[in-house]
């Protein structure tokens, strides 16, 4: 999960990997990398959203912090969670591959010019530490760190501003929220339709008519919330039995 372009990064953001393959000028299929989101796409769903991205983590500590007026969504939250669907199209594929310099090298246009989590754990730290870029910053700098700011200043307000509207690592694998191994299913004799795990859904998913929203993260509070223990996941029965 760390970004790509960090020097001392030992494994990479997915998203980064798969635009830096799009890019090059001598692009192949990236079977690696569609094979690495196919695989805990299919096993697991936003199940990495929850519980593994970084950025996740630093969303749901901010939304702790004591605020005098908490909002559960934002005006237009119906169409905004698109927007990360038409971000993962024109961001992360289509411009990587069409907007190509003279000699047909493209860009990581997401990274570049979108990605929160890169600023925060790449762009800070390594400006910081680095007298030498801190001579050498721009405009870029200042819109990703513009961007950063709005979203960290929202994640105390909503909850988890950036994996609603803006994270395509999060679009792909919501896609497989409903075929995943990994998957909710609402036991139709237990549930009472009582709407209690959609208060407790910070993400305010219904859960008990759409276990499987491509929104749902899967980071479970639903299914602790219910008073019936009428969320199951494929790990229920074996608890059950022990």
Sequence with gaps: MNCYSCPGAL?????????????????????????????????????????????GLVQDLLHKIPFPKKFRKIPGDRWLKFLKYLILAGFVILLPLYAVNFIGQGQPWFCKYICPSGTLFGGWPLVSANPSLQQTIGWLFAWKNLILVVLLVLSMLIYRPFCRYLCPLGAIYGLFNPIAFYRYRINAEKCTACGLCQRTCGLDIPVHQTPNSPECIRCGN???????????TPFSKICQAD
């Design 222 to 232: 639903c299914a602790k919330a219910c008073p019936h223990q009428a969320i199951e």
């Design 11 to 55: 494994g990479s953001c997915p998203i980064g990997s798969l635009q830096a393959v799009l890019a090059d000028r001598n692009y192949k299929f990236a079977f690696y990398v569609s094979g690495f989101l196919l695989l805990f796409g299919a096993v697991l769903g936003r199940f990495v959203c929850g519980w593994l991205c970084p950025f």
